[in-house]
């Protein structure tokens, strides 16, 4: 068995053969190994029980759950009104390109994860991105790319 | 014995029995999609609404709605019309459904339930993101496209088959039935090729290999005969 498949299955011991325990176990297997491949989700799939399809129909509907590797950083643009209205289509177009990435993907150097949110509960800056916890405000397509430009 | 009105005639049924079961006693019509007799009640499709009129006009689905002493139900009304058509040409407007080049052409029940309903035009833009046709498998294709996301292929293979291949990945318009953890249906390890999903299918989203344009006939009705014989446990 692989290395992966192997650490999966002694994190869901503790949910094994209960099925209702389907998303706390995923979390838990998420938060060792950063995301959740097929291997790990067949994995939860016979520990607790639960036919695979069920557990691909959890890890797809919820934006938590993610089935590649984050990269270093995590750019979070935010689209919710008050951006949108300012621009915020403008920066993340600006943003794939300048990443070669569409939304919810990562970077080819494994870098950048580009990600969208609905807030970030600070609408005055709008349009706002986030990049881990640090808030970038008042953008527009060129400062957004000198941003990422600038992260190490 | 439970006694209700169903469009103003005293109707009788079981205790557990759903409006939609105890109007299909009475010879009432109420449209149905995501419902399959042989399978559990979703309530997906939202088209057997009903209207209760002593609930403060609330309007329930009958698939899914057991009945109670004294219910007021109105199954057919200018309004629940309305409602249903405007339910129906959502689900055209999301995927393609164009019956000329369809497998199910003739034999469709979202086609039937158009004409029922006198759906004559979609008011809303179309959407029709395209989806991919995957022919994986030996014996059948799913076309993304036609599908209409009831459920039916989902809950026929894990009720009625038990092998629960089919689930639902991702959410709202860009949600697919799909095998397993998404791989290709020819891959799956835990289909068994029974079919029940294609009968099932109450538009051409499943059909099976080989048949073209308006020659693919479903058999919904062989789950709840499968049911049926089956010993109970």
Not at chain 2, 35 to 41: H, V
Not at chain 2, 93 to 117: K, P, T, W
Request: charged share 25%.
């Amino acid at each position: 068995m692989n290395p992966i498949a192997e650490r999966v299955q002694e994190l869901v011991k503790p949910y094994a053969g209960k099925p209702t325990e389907l998303i706390q176990a995923l979390h838990r297997v998420q938060s060792a190994l950063g995301y959740l491949p097929k291997e790990a989700q067949l994995v939860v799939a016979e520990a607790l029980g639960v036919p695979p399809s069920q557990v691909r129909g959890v890890v797809t509907f919820y934006h938590f759950f993610r089935t590649k590797p984050a990269g270093r950083h995590t750019i979070r643009v935010c689209l919710g009104t008050a951006c949108h209205v300012r621009g915020a289509e403008r920066v993340l177009s600006a943003l794939k390109e300048e990443l070669k990435v569409e939304l919810g993907e990562t970077t080819a150097d494994g870098k950048f994860t580009l990600e969208a949110a609905r807030c970030l509960g600070c609408c005055g800056l709008a349009p706002v991105m986030m990049i881990d916890e640090e808030v970038y405000g008042k953008l527009d397509a060129k400062r957004a790319r000198q941003v990422v430009g600038q992260i190490p | 014995m439970i006694t209700l009105t169903i469009d103003g005639i005293r109707v009788q049924g079981e205790e557990g029995e759903t409006v939609l079961q105890v109007a299909k006693k009475a010879g009432i019509r109420i449209p149905t999609l995501c419902y399959l007799e042989g399978l559990s009640p979703r309530g997906a499709c939202r088209l057997c609404l009903v209207e209760v009129r002593n609930w403060g006009g609330r309007l329930v689905p009958a698939c899914a709605t057991p009945v109670q002493e004294g219910m007021e139900v109105v199954a057919n009304s200018a309004r629940l019309q309305e409602l249903r058509r405007a339910i129906l040409e959502m689900l055209f407007a999301e995927r393609n459904h164009i019956c000329a080049f369809c497998v199910s052409n003739g034999h469709c029940e979202l086609q039937d339930l158009a004409a029922e309903l006198g759906m004559d035009h979609v008011r809303y833009p179309y959407r029709w993101l395209p989806f991919f046709v995957d022919l994986s498998h030996a014996k059948y294709g799913i076309d993304h496209n036609r599908c209409v996301l009831c459920g039916r292929c989902v809950r026929a293979c894990a009720e009625v088959e038990g092998a629960a291949t089919w689930g639902f990945s991702g959410r709202g318009i860009s949600t697919l039935v799909e095998a397993d953890l998404g791989e290709p249906w020819g891959q799956s390890k835990t289909c068994t090729g029974c079919g029940k999903c294609v009968q099932a299918c109450p538009t051409g989203a499943l059909f099976e290999k080989g048949k073209a344009t308006s020659e693919q006939v479903k058999r919904p009705e062989i789950l709840a005969e499968v049911k049926e014989r089956r010993p109970r446990a």
